[in-house]
């Protein structure tokens, strides 16, 4: 029978046989295991136990390497594991007590100073006392990395500019010692200006983490191969991230400069040579986008992401049957990528194949994909990305009141919500098409249904007719198609049309949600968009 968690018990189990059986054999060998060794062996039987719920076992097994490893190196390392299993029964104080009874010139003492320090902070919310033992381990030894340690925990309390502060430092001794490369500290850094929104430091940083970087692969002339292509990953990780800003302030050439040298210095840096399709995307270089896309195809990286941008490409080409070719072979390596499945759809419907009825036995890509989907993952029924895709395909085939009834499984999610709710809108509003399904539909179901369809279908013929002269229905920057009035200003919010939907949160949206609630609330299935 297979139950929740058994087959997690049986693992932990053969696993605790197998320790207690090396642990026999280490007290009888002749070549018996380090004490290091030993200790692991101790540790490992108490996790596994207390893992089981054996916590009378774990404890004794504690005490037993307490005894044996007294006055040793690995004497830490069991008063460490001591004092999890005391945090896991909820003991904090007495966790505390064993951590701070490790000594300064032991070597563990640091690990057990950051285990004080992350009591304090998740389980006493005590901000300043984690703050001060990291303090106090930079007090005792002042290092590049325990102005890390620091700098990394100003960061977890959100304060950056502390955290720039003991960075800064841990650089001037790096630099001072001549140990080490300053490239990663400057680079982090420049990560800590950007999540602080100061983008200009940001850019500065990166720069001069390049130039040290640069300076540091001219060094390395005769090195080992394996030491400069790992220094060539770094210069190109840095060059990736200045092409990234670059392009977010729209310095385009910059952008296209930065990508080119991470390439140079590493050939196969996929997320520079995704991130280069994807601006040549952009600018509509789709020649230049194709041949990015083969080269990750040819060193076989991101092939899921390269195989998409070129189905788009080849879309955009107007190429539909190169398109439904790369977008059948991702949908067939995983029926579940709905965004795949959603762009077939688009795609079969463009290129006039939504339903094939040329080869009579024969079923259309999006039919055959949509019961792969389905077959393939018993949480496809559950899935928001499955009903949209679905309901996408209703709505094409003309089968509106089941697309309505798909849509509106998706319509709460967040990441297929908002489409959802747009392609609802916009059936709704199709007010002849959907008004006669749902007349048609009028003499089936039970009587409840029957009335839900009555008043919809009344609603909808309805809308056009009830609308004064001059009024028809369009866009509004609410981002919902209501009424237009001759001024070119909506009916109901007062705000002017747009080409475009707008974002769903901004203000004005909402605002022109909140004045369309009392129309939308007639119409059954359709919820009040942002109210």
Same mark, same amino acid.
């Given at each position: ?118 009591? &304090?902070?998740?389980?006493?919310? !005590?901000?300043?006392?984690? /703050? +001060?033992? *990291?303090? #106090?381990?930079?007090?005792?030894? $002042? ?101 990234? &800003?670059?392009?977010?302030?729209? !310095?385009?050439?910059?952008? /296209? +400069?930065? *990508?080119? #040298?991470?390439?140079?210095?590493? $050939? ?264």
């Amino acid at each position: 029978m297979k139950l929740p968690g058994v087959k997690k018990v049986r693992k932990y189990q053969e696993r605790l046989e197998r320790l207690a059986k090396i642990q026999l054999e280490a007290s009888t060998a002749r070549n018996a295991p380090s004490q290091d060794q030993r200790a692991s062996i101790f540790i490992h039987l108490a996790k596994v136990q207390n893992e089981l719920g054996q916590t009378h076992e774990a404890s004794k097994t504690v005490q037993d390497a307490k005894g044996e490893f007294h006055g040793t190196p690995s004497h830490a390392q069991i008063i460490l594991l001591d004092s999890e299993l005391a945090l896991k029964r909820g003991d904090i104080q007495s966790a505390l007590i064993l951590l701070k009874g490790i000594s300064s010139d032991s070597p563990y003492f640091v690990k057990a100073k950051i285990a004080v320090a992350n009591i &304090h902070l998740n389980h006493r919310h !005590n901000k300043k006392l984690y /703050l +001060r033992c *990291y303090e #106090e381990l930079v007090e005792r030894n $002042e290092t590049v990395s325990t102005l890390c340690m620091l700098a990394d925990a100003y960061l977890r309390l959100q304060q950056p500019n502390m955290a720039v502060e003991k960075f800064k430092r841990a650089k001037e001794l790096e630099d001072t010692s001549g140990k080490g490369s300053g490239t990663n500290l400057a680079a982090k850094i420049g990560q800590v200006h950007k999540l602080a929104g100061k983008f200009e430091l940001y850019k500065d940083s990166l720069m001069l983490a390049r130039e040290e970087q640069l300076k540091i692969l001219g060094r390395m002339r005769g090195e080992a191969s394996s030491l400069v292509r790992q220094q060539r990953t770094l210069a190109a990780n840095i060059c990736s991230e200045l092409a990234k &800003h670059m392009e977010s302030t729209k !310095n385009y050439t910059e952008s /296209l +400069r930065f *990508y080119g #040298e991470a390439l140079k210095h590493d $050939e196969k840096h996929a997320d520079a040579m995704l991130s280069l399709a994807r601006l040549h995307m952009d600018r509509d270089e789709l020649e230049d986008a194709k041949k990015q896309c083969s080269a990750l195809l040819k060193f076989d990286l991101e092939v899921e992401a390269a195989t998409m941008m070129l189905a788009d490409i080849m879309f955009r080409s107007n190429e539909f049957d190169e398109a439904i070719k790369y977008f059948a072979q991702i949908l067939e390596r995983n029926p579940n990528n709905y965004k795949a499945l959603e762009q077939l759809i688009l795609l079969v419907r463009r290129a006039g194949r939504l339903l094939d009825t040329k080869k009579k036995g024969r079923m259309s890509e999006a039919t055959r994909f949509l019961k792969l989907a389905e077959r393939s993952s018993a949480r496809a029924s559950f899935d928001a990305g499955f009903h949209y895709c679905k309901g996408l395909f209703c709505r094409y085939s003309r089968n509106l009141t089941e697309a309505l009834e798909e849509l509106n499984q998706a319509r709460k999610d967040g990441e297929w919500g908002c489409k959802a709710i747009t392609q609802m809108i916009e059936i709704y509003l199709d007010t002849d098409e959907v008004g006669e399904e749902l007349l048609k539909g009028l003499s089936s179901g039970t009587e409840r249904e029957r009335n839900r369809k009555t008043s919809q279908a009344t609603t909808l013929c309805s809308l056009r007719a009830a609308l004064p002269a001059g009024v028809t229905l369009s866009y509004c920057q609410a981002g919902l198609i209501m009424f237009r009035t001759d001024k070119g200003l909506c009916g109901e919010c007062g705000l002017s049309f747009s080409t475009s939907w707008p974002v769903l949160s901004s203000p004005a949206t909402q605002a022109g949600n909140r004045s369309h609630t009392s129309l939308l609330a007639r119409i059954d299935g359709v919820p009040p968009v942002g109210c």
